[in-house]
Structures are given as C-alpha cells and as structure tokens.
C-alpha cells in the first residue's frame, strides 16, 4: 500500500493531562528517522521505543534535493519519557538472609479477571484474598520473607508484576489466579509454568486470555518485547525455567491432601507474567471460579486456609533443597 510521509507516530495515552505533561517533558528527546518511500520501510536506531499510535498535524520534512524516485523523508519522532518507578511493596520478614517470595494476586483495578456467572465474585478479590493467606501463612512459618505485588485494588500490568518482583530481589515468585471456563463443569487447581509450547489446548486458551490482561479499553499498555524469546534460549532462563517445574511439582506434592486438584496439575504454557528470566515463577489456578462449589471452596476461609498451607509447606521444601546443594 502507498506511504503516507505525513503520519507521525505517537504513543496515545490515557487522559489529556498526561498527553500534555509527557510531551512537555520529551519535547527536547527526538531521534530521526528516515522513511523510503519507494520501498515503505521506516528505520529507527536500535533502542527506539515502538510506536503505534498515529498523531495528527505533524508535517514530515521532504529532502526536495534528492529525484522524487529515491526522495527520503525526515520525522521528528519523539521519545517518551522513562516510566517513574512508584514505591516498592512491603517485605515482610526481618532476617535479610532469608529467601523472598513474592505473592503476586492476579488482575486488579480495572481488570476484574474472570467473573462467577452464579453470583458475580470477581476473580481479583478472590486472589487477594488468597494471597494475603498465604502471606500470613508464610510469615507464620519464619523461613521467608514474603512481599505482595498489591495488597490493595489496583491495575499492575504483567511486565510490573514480575518487574517488581526482580525489583526487590525475589527468589520466588507465585502468581495466583483462579481458572474460568464458558460452559461445563471443571474443576480442580492446576499449575502453569513457562513454556514457548503449549502443553495442550486448554493451556493455549489460558495463555492467550491472561496476555491480553493488559489490553484495557482497546489500549495495549505494554508492547511486545520482539526479543523477548531470544531470552528464553539463554542459560539462565533455561536453568529458572527447570526451577520453576521443581517447584511446580512440590506444590502439586503438598496440595494434593488439602486441595482439590485436577489429574493433570502441572501445566505448561507461554505466560508473560512468568517471564523473569532470573526467577523461578508459576501460575497457582486454585481453582475454577466459574464451578459453584470450587468457588466457595477457595473463597473461604477453610479453603484459603488449606491452599496458603500447600504452598508454605512447598516453599519450605524449595529452599531447603537449594540450601543443600550449595
């Protein structure tokens, strides 16, 4: 299709105060980039920020020098300005020789997750809840230090939540969820860890709903890293993602005489919150909020209960393995 070398592209934000502060602040932050008409390639420098918004009113500066088959031109794109890092969570424990795991309560804010169709419990309360479980559960036992990505209602997006968990140092990092289908009646607790690879269709089903978690209101609030997979391939990831499948089966281990769980538990799927390349990180569905008994059971206080103590005993067993083989 035919170039437009009028178009300017501009990250579009959330409200018309923030459009105008931010670009007040990158005003002085340009990079120039060429764009051929002939072949309608657009080339930025390595580094640049992905663009995918388009501004108005910008007008693109025509080499006249050069014939018009080979004729070049110049945008002035600006660079947004860095995200302000907020305040980092509370960590609770004293000892800061003791591992920390982070407890990570899915959706939040704006991102209800899924809802009961039966009586309206919205996922992000349920996995509060349950993180705060075993939070306490975790303190009680002394052997961790423990943080929560949120301890209130708020929109973190995925990249923020294992951000801030590689922000404080975690050695282990927990995302609890609980599991929704349209029509029939699963059930059970399953857990997810990193895969580029899908472990079946249900899993596939999973990973593309909870990716698209920071898509709100048609505005995708965290671009795709395109050299996200070359990550995967590198040593380290390789020998986190293992970590994350030890500790996977611990859990399943634990859980399976407290809470209910499905017959195939540990599950593999391509998750972009379970992306920390440095950290072992899985995905606790503890349950199905859209089955009328799974939803009470792990929505109270008996079932929150039983899961925060599946989780500590597994976490205890986690650590002491990696304390005996130093």
Known sequence: MPCNPKL??????????????DRSESRSAFLPVALSVGACMLSAPV???????VARGEQAKVAQSDPPHARRYTLAVPVPPAPRRGRLPRIYGEDARRPLVVID????GVDPGAISPVDG?????????IAQAIRDELVRGGRVRVALTREDDRFLILRERYGIARRLG???FISIHCDSVGAGSATGASVYTLSEVASDKESARLAARENKADVIAGVNLAATNADISSIL???TQRETMNASAGFARLLGREARELVPLKP????MASLMVLKAPDMPSVLFETGYISNP???AFIDSDDGRRRIAQSVERAVEVHFARRMATR
Not at 47 to 53: E, I, L, S, Y
Not at 105 to 108: D, E, L, P, T, V
Not at 264 to 267: D, G, K, P, S
């Open 47 to 53: 580094g640049a920020a992905p663009f995918d918004r």
């Open 8 to 21: 300017l592209l501009w990250p579009e934000d959330r409200d018309a105060d923030r459009r105008t502060r």
């Open 121 to 129: 419990r919205r996922e992000k309360d349920v996995t509060l809840r």
């Open 264 to 267: 195939n538990f540990h599950r």
């Open 293 to 295: 008994v799974d939803a």
């Open 170 to 172: 975690g050695d282990l």
């Open 233 to 235: 391939i590198d040593l």
């Open 105 to 108: 309560a899915g959706h939040g």
